[in-house]
Structures are given as C-alpha cells and as structure tokens.
C-alpha cells in the first residue's frame, strides 16, 4: 500500500507550512523511537507515512487501521487551509495516540525489523506479549498465530537468542534449538581447552611470580636508591635556595625602612619647597606694591633741604634692599628644599637599583663586597642643605644690608 498525494505545486508551500508548524506543535513520539517525530515537509510526512505503514497494519485492529487510513487519505488533497490543517492535526493526532497505547512501533526499530517478518497476528501476539497488553481477543479466543508471536516475544525479551537472529528464528522455530547446542557444545569445548592450557601453565605460574618477585625486588631497590639520591640533590639545592632567599630577604628588609623613609623626605621637602616658591612670589608681591605706593605718594622734586631729599632716597633704598634680601633669602629655602627633596628621591632610587641587582644575581653573591660598600655609601652619605655659601655676583643693595647684619 502506498499513497500518493494530489497536491498542486503552488499549493506546496502553504501545505509545508502547516505540516511543519502543526508536527512541532504536536511532537509525536513513535513508539521504540528514541527522537521525538517532526516533518519539515509534506513530502516528508507522506514518505514516512509509506515506510511505517505496513508495519502498523499489521498490530494495528482493523478499525484502528480504517481509522488511520481514512486520516491519511484526508491530507492527500488540499482544499483549503482550513480543512487540510484539521486533517493534518487529526492524523498526527491519531499516530500520538497509537504510540501512547504501544499499537504501533517504528519500523527501524529491532521490534519494528521483527515484525516486518510475522504475519498480522504474530505481529499483534509479538508485540502485545513485549508491551504487556491483554493478549485475547474480544471472544476470548487465542489464535494459534498469537501463540507464535508471544513466544518470539518471549524470546526476544529474556535474550534466550541474539535478538539480530530473530529473522533467522523467524524462518524455523527448530533453530533456536539446534543454536543453543550448537553453542553448548562450542562453549564445552572452549572450556576444555582452557582447563588444558591452565593445567599447562599452573607448573611454571610458580616459578614466573618466583623470578617476578625477585625482579621486582632488584628493580625496587635500585630506584630506591636513585630516588634517595635525587631527594638527596634536591633537599641540598632547595637548602641553598632557601639560603639565598633569606639573604636577599634580609637586605629587602634592612633597605625597606630607609626606602620609605626617603620616599616621605622627597615628598615633604618638594611641598614645603612648593610653599616657599609661593611664599617668594608673595614677598616679590608685596614689596613691589610696597616701592610702588611708597615712590608714588613721595615727592622726588628739588628740594633745597638736603638732608630731607637724602632720606626720601635712603627710604626707598631701605625698602628695595629689605624686598631683594627677603627675595633673595626665601629662594635659597625654595631652592634648598627641591634640592633635598631630589637627593632623597636619588638615593631611592639607588636603593631599588640595588634591590634589582640582588633579585637578578639571586642572591648566589656575585654582587662583590665593594660594589656593595660604594653603593651603601652612595645611599647612606650625607646629604647636602642646598644652600649656597657665597656669591660672586655684582652688588645689589641687599648685599649690603645683609654684611651689615652679619656684623651686626
């Protein structure tokens, strides 16, 4: 039995359509197999249909199979959405509910393969039997067929036969028997020959695990002894490792205070540096506004009293003397502290250079002593103020004023 569909082609993408939304919707599950059932195609369908077809009429009762045969030739024209997509939902419907009944299998399937080879009511005792289902017809009578069927199935369940032979079994119930002494006798013959070559080989299994045993020793012993050896090697290296690691750890921390130490000196003396650079372009401030005012409001016109011209003059020469030594004195201290604030950050720097070279000499000593002795006295000399001792520049007013003072 095959069907075969009266589809217009320009039909063929909306029937598509509606097979392939309405099988996912669905999801059949065909019994004894293992993936769930959807079509993409209407082609598809109505090729499954034809392959599975003959396998299902033959468990199926004949008003199940009138049934399902009147669904499938329902979907083999199309009138209109509608109408073909409830025909389809009925057939697929109808095939749900023969598989969730176990009236149907899939014909690939190794249950499917047997029953291709029994007739209708073998097929029906066959798979009745493996699904658990009453076995007696309607009237209570049990058709020879069936009792065929139903020891196939009991067969195939308990594994009394390789289940691939069943077709084999199928053509002559006497093989099962003729199979089971040929593989009796077989399996008889295969163990004697084992007992013999077991017998054979008991006289010199003692003397194998003698001369195995012995051999294990010897082999034992010998990579005991390169073991210990290795330990041996490795617990001296590590030991000297360990060594040069506290040694480089020890410089680490003797150097790790003074570090952190010079780091907050550079940092303090660039800020107090940074204040008194402002401080200087305050007093450079004020004491220009200073002369400024004072010049401004003092009359510097011929005066006939000398002595009054010479001090509006000395005044302002006080002033302009004071301003430039106050100048002068604040970008000494401004000066002074950016350069300790660069010597501290010099002799940082010098100490992780020298906490570099440890870490790539790993601590094995070829850093010599008088490398690091010229390089301790680089980091621990004494640090200079910054401030200049003389000037060997022209005379400004508050050179005087500042001589003096130091007489003074």
């Known amino acids: 039995m095959v069907y075969k569909p009266n589809i217009n082609k320009n039909q063929m993408e909306e029937v598509d359509k509606i097979v392939k939304d309405e099988s996912e919707r669905i999801k059949v599950e065909i019994f004894y197999k293992t993936t769930t059932t959807t079509f993409q195609t209407y082609d598809e369908l109505i090729t499954f249909i034809n392959n599975e077809i003959p396998i299902w009429k033959k468990t199926l009762t ?7 045969d009147n669904y499938i030739k329902n979907i083999l024209h199309f009138n209109n959405n509608s109408q073909f997509l409830n025909n389809v939902r009925n057939l697929l419907n109808s095939m749900r509910t023969f598989s969730q009944r176990k009236t149907i299998a899939y014909s690939k399937s190794p249950v499917g393969k047997y029953i291709s080879r029994m007739g209708d009511e073998e097929a029906k005792g066959f798979l009745e039997y493996l699904t658990k289902r009453p076995i007696l017809n309607n009237q209570n009578v ?44 077989e399996n008889i013959e295969k163990l004697d020959k084992k ?45 000297e490792s360990i060594e040069a690691l506290e040694l480089k750890y020890t410089e680490k921390l003797k150097l790790k205070g003074p570090t952190e130490y ?14 008194w650079f402002v401080v200087t ?55 002074s502290q950016f350069h300790l604030s660069s010597d501290y950050k010099e002799r940082e720097q010098i100490t992780l250079v020298y906490l570099a070279l440890l870490e790539e000499n790993k601590g094995d000593g070829s850093v010599s002593k008088e490398d690091k002795q010229i390089i301790l006295q680089s980091i621990f000399s004494r640090s200079e103020s910054g401030l200049i001792k003389g000037d060997s520049g022209p005379v400004m007013p508050n050179n005087m004023i500042n001589q003096i003072m130091k007489k003074i």
């Open 281 to 335: 372009m305050l007093i450079g401030l004020a004491g220009g506004l200073s002369i400024w005012a004072i010049a401004d409001r003092i009359d510097f016109g011929v005066d006939q009293d000398i002595t009054n011209s010479v001090q509006k003059y000395l005044l302002v020469a006080v002033l302009i003397s004071l301003t430039f030594y106050l100048l002068s004195q604040s970008m000494k201290i401004c000066l």
């Open 142 to 185: 049990l058709l020879s067929e069936k009792i065929s069927g139903v020891f196939y199935g009991l067969l195939y369940e308990k594994g009394y036969v390789k289940k691939k032979d069943i077709q084999e079994l199928l053509e002559s119930p006497s093989f099962v028997f003729d199979e089971f002494q040929k593989d009796y006798e």
């Open 262 to 275: 010079w780091e907050s000196l550079s940092k303090r003396y660039i800020l107090i540096g940074s204040i």
């Open 62 to 68: 004949q008003d199940d199979f009138n049934q399902l």
């Open 195 to 239: 007992n013999q070559i077991v017998s054979q080989q008991s006289d010199s299994l003692e003397e194998f695990i003698e001369t195995t045993k012995n051999n294990t020793e010897n082999v034992i012993n010998i990579y005991r002894k390169e073991w210990e050896d290795r330990v041996e090697n490795l617990i001296s290296e590590k030991r």
